[in-house]
């Protein structure tokens, strides 16, 4: 008795995700790290002892609700772009660049709320891991506003359509991220200072 071999062409496609989204992630995954490295290192020094015990500025309420509203702008300005609706779209994007602007203005008046209540970066380590969490989280923002601004100027080339969303998803990806490690970084301080 013969056996009969079958030959089943199934061809597989492999998971694929642009490179650039790819590099991305991973750079996403990184600053998460660094973040809960810091965190985590906030936890054991705080366990030590000889920490301050201080209020937090009253603003990171505003500059929270800022950012979730410039996270719901970009999301507006997402959704105009898959319609074509170009309008909407540099408008939804200029609002969330405005917004984070203005949460930018309110870390800085958040600091200085901070230095009349002395909690300083120099002294005491509490001061000195809210400064670094809140400052570099304010750095990686302004890398995503510089972000918006070079695709805000691609929507204005109609570099950005239904069906060149590439950068734009991107761009929108990492905003959401920052959006999202601020609100985390305020509840950790809101449950740790």
């Keep these: 008795m013969e056996k009969e071999l079958k030959y089943v062409d199934m061809v597989e496609q492999p998971i694929s995700m642009h490179p650039k ?14 973040f809960a490295g810091w965190t985590s290192a906030f936890i054991v020094r705080q366990a030590e002892g000889n ?10 309420w505003v500059t929270s609700g800022i950012v979730i509203l410039s996270s719901i702008s970009l999301h507006w300005a997402y959704i105009s772009a898959k319609k074509d ?8 994007m200029s609002l969330a660049m405005i917004l984070g602007v203005c949460f930018l203005i309110g870390q800085w008046f958040s600091w200085k709320a901070l230095v009349a209540s002395e909690v300083f970066f120099v002294g005491n380590p509490a001061g000195s891991f ?6 570099m989280h304010a750095v990686h923002l302004i890398s995503g506003l510089i972000f918006l601004i070079i695709v805000l100027i691609s929507t204005f ?8 969303m590439n950068t734009f998803e991107m761009a929108t990806t990492y905003w959401h991220f920052l959006g999202a490690l601020w609100i985390y970084l305020f509840m950790f301080l809101l ?3």
């Design 21 to 34: 989204k790819f590099a991305l992630w991973l750079f996403i995954v990184s600053v998460v790290m660094v």
């Design 51 to 60: 920490w301050l015990d201080y209020d937090l500025p009253q603003i990171f």
């Design 85 to 92: 609706n170009f309008i909407q779209l540099r408008l939804g």
């Design 130 to 135: 809210l400064y670094v969490l809140t400052g």
């Design 157 to 164: 080339r109609y570099k950005v359509h239904s069906k060149a």
């Design 191 to 193: 449950l740790n200072h």
